[in-house]
Nanobody, 119 residues
Framework: EVQLVESGGGLVQAGGSLRLSCAAS????????IGWFRQAPGKEREGVSC????????YYADSVKGRFTISSDNAKNTVYLQMNSLKPEDTAVYYC????????????WGQGTQVTVSS
């Protein structure tokens, strides 16, 4: 059974940093892509970043480029999202998801972690 568990969310002031973690189990980590998505109240879910565990390819939404960094520790089956220079508009529930490739509708999802950025 695929399991994804996010952690690292919290409350931070604008300009601050947080690092989210996504611990994965139940599948061959090296063969999958892990994505980070977010959903703010009243808004549609949006893709934030994605990494292919097999070759390390990364993708970022324009809104987070230069501020967020995705990385993967294949030995720990964990993907991280380092978020710097946070803005109030980054406030959302952040989810990690897994599939064989980075796509909008990934097959397996975690439960989410709240990130709140105060102004």
């Amino acid at each position: 059974e695929v399991q994804l568990v996010e952690s690292g969310g919290g409350l931070v002031q604008a300009g601050g940093s947080l690092r989210l973690s996504c611990a994965a189990s139940g599948f061959t980590f090296d063969d999958y892509a892990i994505g980070w998505f977010r959903q703010a109240p009243g808004k549609e879910r949006e893709g934030v970043s994605c990494i292919s565990s097999s070759d390390g390819s990364t993708y970022y939404a324009d809104s987070v480029k230069g501020r967020f960094t995705i990385s993967s520790d294949n030995a720990k089956n964990t993907v991280y999202l380092q978020m710097n220079s946070l803005k109030p508009e980054d406030t959302a529930v952040y989810y990690c998801a897994a599939d064989v490739v980075c796509v909008a509708g990934m097959r397996s999802w975690g439960q989410g972690t709240q990130v709140t950025v105060s102004s």
